[in-house]
């Protein structure tokens, strides 16, 4: 029986510098992202598909074009006549990277505006992924109406896996993003943070705190991830904790959170236990890590 993956949430259009004056176009997004590599770990028997909102223009076409060549279904992505897909440039100055994004009006904004279309597209999957950032792009009045629908999903069966991803400038304020993450929390079956920023806009001291603050919001598996630092979830109220593999040359920690969560889920979901499974994250996002960009090709690092 085909097992339904859906991630939602927004992809954009990335501008990375060659360094030859000019940039190459490419397409990345935090849930995309994990999308992408869930797409490559999980067998045949598992469709991974994508939800989101582009427009109906050609870098539209493009975009949809890329996901389909990844193996990502676009059947659930709406298409707006009146706007187009996200944008950022990445600069390099003196070798430190900076971004500047144009994606405040962008089609993907507009995932949850059609209530009965996202409840219909959740209804199929036996897996849903989101995280803050899809959160934090849906306008402040939808976004309850999203979680609504998570939790019926969740009610009729589904997995939910939602990364708390903390980033307060997409937020109206930092306090509206600590809600609503704790609220998407309430209605997950697993929640994905990375400590440093929970730390630093939950004031947690420790990776426990943050295993109990969403333990204690109703989430029944919190796995906290902490960069080059031990992995830390609890089973039955006992601490159990997994030292990610030491990388020696990080190039780019791009996505080092969002492979981590494929690894993970796919192999968690195929069964395996928390241990393997965390292992399996910690051995991807290691792999990421040491390449440049988001995205990178397994069969020439595996
Ligand atoms: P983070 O979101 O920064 O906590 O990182 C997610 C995952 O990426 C971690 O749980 C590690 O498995 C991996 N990771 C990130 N940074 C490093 C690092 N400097 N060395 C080794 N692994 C890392």
Same mark, same amino acid.
């Given at each position: 029986?085909?097992?339904?993956?859906?991630a939602?949430?927004?992809?954009?259009?990335?501008?990375?510098?060659?360094?030859?004056?000019?940039?190459?176009?490419?397409?990345?997004?935090?849930t995309?992202?994990?999308?992408?590599?869930?797409?490559?770990?999980?067998?045949?028997?598992?469709?991974?598909?994508?939800?989101?909102?582009?427009?109906?223009?050609?870098?539209?076409d493009?975009?949809?074009?890329?996901?389909?060549?990844?193996?990502?279904?676009?059947?659930?992505?709406?298409?707006?006549? =009146?706007?187009?897909?996200?944008?950022?440039i990445?600069? /390099?100055?003196?070798?430190?990277?900076?971004?500047?994004?144009?994606r405040?009006?962008?089609?993907?904004?507009? /995932?949850?505006? =059609?209530?009965?279309?996202?409840?219909?597209?959740?209804?199929?999957a036996?897996?849903?992924?989101?995280?803050?950032?899809? /959160?934090?792009?849906l306008?402040?009045?939808?976004?309850?109406?999203?979680?609504?629908?998570?939790?019926?999903?969740?009610?009729?069966?589904?997995?939910?896996?939602? =990364?708390?991803?903390l980033?307060p400038?997409?937020?109206?304020?930092v &306090?509206?993003?600590?809600?609503?993450?704790? &609220?998407?929390?309430?209605?997950?079956?697993?929640?994905?943070p990375?400590?440093?920023?929970?730390?630093?806009?939950?004031?947690?001291a420790?990776?426990?705190?943050?295993?109990?603050?969403?333990?204690?919001?109703?989430?029944?598996?919190?796995?906290?991830?902490?960069?080059?630092?031990?992995?830390?979830?609890?089973?039955?109220?006992?601490?159990?904790?997994?030292?990610?593999?030491?990388?020696?040359?990080?190039?780019?920690?791009?996505?080092?959170?969002?492979?981590?969560?494929?690894?993970?889920?796919?192999?968690?979901?195929?069964?395996?236990?928390?241990?393997?499974?965390?292992?399996?994250?910690?051995?991807?996002?290691?792999?990421?890590?040491?390449?440049?960009?988001?995205?990178?090709?397994?069969?020439?690092?595996?």
């Amino acid at each position: 029986m085909t097992r339904n993956f859906l991630a939602i949430g927004e992809c954009m259009v990335e501008m990375a510098p060659t360094g030859e004056g000019t940039y190459r176009l490419g397409f990345a997004g935090d849930t995309l992202n994990t999308a992408w590599y869930t797409r490559r770990l999980l067998p045949d028997g598992w469709n991974v598909s994508y939800l989101t909102g582009v427009g109906r223009d050609s870098v539209s076409d493009e975009m949809l074009t890329f996901f389909e060549g990844a193996g990502i279904g676009t059947d659930l992505i709406q298409r707006f006549d =009146d706007r187009t897909v996200g944008l950022y440039i990445i600069q /390099l100055t003196d070798g430190e990277r900076s971004f500047s994004y144009w994606r405040s009006d962008s089609a993907a904004r507009q /995932l949850a505006r =059609d209530g009965a279309r996202l409840d219909a597209a959740l209804a199929a999957a036996d897996v849903i992924y989101f995280s803050g950032i899809t /959160l934090a792009i849906l306008p402040k009045e939808q976004r309850g109406g999203f979680l609504e629908a998570v939790k019926a999903a969740r009610t009729r069966g589904a997995t939910i896996a939602f =990364d708390p991803n903390l980033r307060p400038r997409l937020w109206e304020a930092v &306090e509206i993003m600590c809600a609503s993450v704790m &609220e998407a929390a309430a209605v997950s079956d697993v929640v994905l943070p990375s400590f440093e920023d929970e730390a630093t806009y939950f004031g947690d001291a420790g990776p426990m705190e943050t295993v109990n603050r969403y333990t204690d919001a109703g989430a029944p598996l919190v796995i906290v991830k902490n960069g080059p630092g031990e992995v830390l979830w609890q089973v039955d109220g006992a601490p159990w904790t997994f030292q990610v593999p030491p990388v020696t040359e990080v190039v780019d920690t791009t996505a080092a959170g969002d492979s981590f969560n494929a690894a993970f889920l796919a192999s968690h979901l195929q069964g395996a236990d928390l241990e393997t499974s965390v292992a399996a994250g910690a051995r991807l996002a290691a792999q990421v890590i040491g390449r440049r960009g988001a995205l990178v090709d397994l069969s020439q690092t595996v």
